[in-house]
């Protein structure tokens, strides 16, 4: 199936086809991921995520989610780099976007939000969107690339599109993952890179101030690992050196071709 850049594809639940629409409202719940020559990330994981996240807000049997994704499967480009879209929409539309991807960075600048967290439905990729694009837009506007979300009390939680990680030492640290963030697939993947390594993983609460200077990572499925370089208001990040390319490689070795990845079960899986 030949398919448009950025081209909007709902999926019809009678013929199990996808088909081109000029828009969904929303969207309500989405997830995203690089597909990078027909290499994904742990493609699993999104579409479990996706799977599980859907039936929080939408009466949609979990057999029509899993057809719908292995259609998606089906259509993803090859070749190039690609930063497709899943959606579900407020109606409950089902729906992929397939997106060139942006240029992809090893580092980041980060501004600090000057209000707390203003989502919703942390836990939930979608409902949210308007909110945290918005405060990336201000982070642009301040020159930097990402916005660093705080709770009530000042503490990190996350990025408005990120994943937020530091090192303490010889530990790798991170907000609590059973906090009111979403669920990182990246984060998850990370972990798993310093279980292998013997790194420790630690869960902090903690203000920008605790970790003015220390090096920071920011994780998201576009671009992997980025090694924060600035952060407004704060002392510069240290660097870690070649550790994030390295960490970079290792992270990427959980991505497989689209045609021999896990395929979905039709069923949640809890991790």
């Known amino acids: 199936m030949a398919v448009a850049v950025d081209e909007l594809l709902r999926f019809d639940t009678d013929t199990a086809d996808l088909v081109p ?50 259609r998606v499967r089906a259509m993803l480009p090859t070749e190039g780099n690609w930063f497709p879209r899943i959606e579900c929409s407020p109606l409950g539309d089902l729906g992929v976007r397939i997106r060139r991807a942006p240029e992809l960075s090893a580092t980041v600048r980060l501004w600090t939000a000057t209000v707390p967290d203003p989502r919703l439905e942390p836990r939930i990729k979608g409902p949210d969107q308007g ?37 303490r030492g010889s530990a790798l640290c991170f907000p609590d993952p059973q906090g009111p963030i979403l669920p990182s697939v990246t984060r998850r993947l990370v972990e798993a890179v310093a279980g292998v390594r013997g790194v420790a993983v630690e869960y902090e609460r903690v203000r920008p101030a605790d970790i003015a200077g220390l090096p920071v990572w920011v994780l998201s499925a576009l671009h992997g690992i980025r090694e924060a370089v600035s952060w407004s208001d704060s002392p510069a990040p240290a660097s870690t050196g070649g550790m994030r390319d390295d960490w970079q490689r290792a992270l990427d070795r959980f991505a497989l071709r689209i045609d021999g990845a896990m395929p979905y079960p039709g069923e949640i899986q809890h991790a």
Do not use: K, N
């Not at 719940?29 to 599980?52: K, N, P, T, Y």
């Not at 009530?152 to 937020?164: K, L, M, N, Q, Y």
């Open 21 to 70: 629409v000029p828009a969904l409202d929303g969207p309500d719940v989405m997830d995203s991921w690089l597909c990078a020559d027909g290499f994904v990330r742990r493609l699993d994981l999104h579409e479990q995520r996706f799977a599980a996240s859907v039936p929080q807000r939408h009466r949609i049997d979990a057999d029509t989610i899993a057809e719908f994704l292995s």
């Open 131 to 167: 909110r945290l694009a918005e405060m990336r837009r201000i982070a642009t506007y301040f020159g930097a690339d990402e916005a660093v979300l705080l709770d009530a009390h000042g503490c990190v939680r996350e990025g408005a599109f990120s994943a937020i990680g530091w090192w």
